[in-house]
């Protein structure tokens, strides 16, 4: 087994709660999937617990952290050959693992493998939003602390950004999103604001929305709010992993087992209902069903996974995790 030194300022959340679900099979190919790679913090414990022949399948929306994961990959792991075809397939031959390197979004999970001729899958993982990176650099526009353009997207190649947004959404759509997805309850106020400040000219930094929002209340939590309504609405985020979810379980192998780590309560909630009605038997009361559920899950952790208190001292990012697991029955 290589050895693995994580010496890098991120940390991974949930590490060794997450990487002891995920069963490996010690004489059955194993089908691994990672649905949000970023520094490979999870995945470099999972390759060490595969065997030759194992598939390992690497998700994240963003080209940059894609890339800057497999460079660190490259740094980690005893590479004595790396081939990389024009589907971004790396192998590992140190150890004969498969891993194919996506630059897409988890949404396309489906597509993504079976245009692979992978069509089962023996474990999944979702450890859910963005990376240190994408706050730390302003240019990204995810971060109201520093100025930056309106941008917030994971997947450059996408059109949709927050200028566009912030600059076209009516102000009922804005109001409504602010709502949702920040749970802000000031929503119609600064929906109001934007559309007044607009009017004489469009909204292009982060700074201008910021100074928008200290207008209506200056108040930190509203702008976290605000922001995160923003990138959920940018990115499709919720809508994206329920549609995911869905194709994970039904691309799952019985026992295999699906992992989601997730940040704010939104993400949480979509996971905690899914799996429960996942789990669910059919309520017909007929003889013969007429409802067409098939339990799918069962479920294993019946109260979220949080991090310990010492995983919070240390990293005080963990501190919103919820982690949820399953079993595809
Ligand atoms: C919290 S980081 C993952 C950290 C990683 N587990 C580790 O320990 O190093 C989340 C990553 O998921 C990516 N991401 C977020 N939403 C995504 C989506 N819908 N599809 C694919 N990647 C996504 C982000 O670009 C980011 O790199």
């Known amino acids: ?55 390992f399948i690497w998700f994240d929306a963003d080209i940059r952290n894609l890339e800057l994961a497999k460079q660190r ?12 075809t024009p589907e971004e397939t790396v192998q590992v031959s140190a150890k004969h693992i498969n891993i194919f390197l996506i630059h897409a979004n988890f949404w396309t999970l489906r597509s993504a493998l079976t245009s692979r001729w992978i069509h089962h899958i023996t474990g999944i993982y979702y450890d859910l939003g963005l990376s240190s990176l994408h706050v730390d650099e302003a240019e990204r526009g995810f971060s109201f602390r ?42 119609k106020k600064i929906a109001q604001a ?41 990115n499709g985020e919720l809508s994206m992993l329920e549609q995911s979810l869905q194709d994970a379980v039904e691309l799952l192998k019985t026992w295999g087992i699906i992992y989601v780590i997730s940040f704010h309560s939104l993400e949480d909630r979509i996971v905690k209902q899914f799996f429960k009605q996942e789990s669910r038997d059919c309520i017909c009361d007929d003889l013969i069903c007429s409802c067409h559920h098939k339990k799918q899950l069962q479920i294993i952790s019946k109260k979220p996974i949080l991090p310990s208190t010492e995983e919070t001292k240390q990293n005080p990012r963990s501190r919103s995790a919820k982690a949820r697991h399953a079993k595809k029955c």
């Open 73 to 84: 990959i490259e740094e980690h792991l005893v590479w004595e050959k790396v081939t990389i």
């Open 146 to 187: 520093a100025d930056g353009p309106l941008d917030m997207r994971f997947d450059t190649r996408q059109k949709l950004s927050a200028k566009d947004i912030v600059n076209h959404y009516s102000e009922s759509e804005l109001s409504e999103i602010f709502w949702k997805y920040g749970e802000e309850s000031q929503s």
């Open 1 to 55: 087994m290589e050895k693995i030194s994580l010496d890098t300022r991120h940390t991974s959340v949930l590490l060794h709660e997450l990487v002891d679900s995920i069963n490996i099979s010690p004489d059955k190919q194993n089908v691994i999937v990672d649905g949000t790679l970023w520094m490979a913090g999870h995945a470099l414990h999972i390759i060490a617990k595969l065997h030759p022949g194992d598939i």
């Open 194 to 234: 934007i559309i007044h400040t607009r009017k004489k000219n469009p909204i292009r930094t982060t700074k201008e929305l910021s100074e928008i929002l200290d207008s209506v209340h200056p108040h930190t939590k509203i702008k976290a709010r605000i922001f995160q309504a923003l990138r959920i609405e940018v």
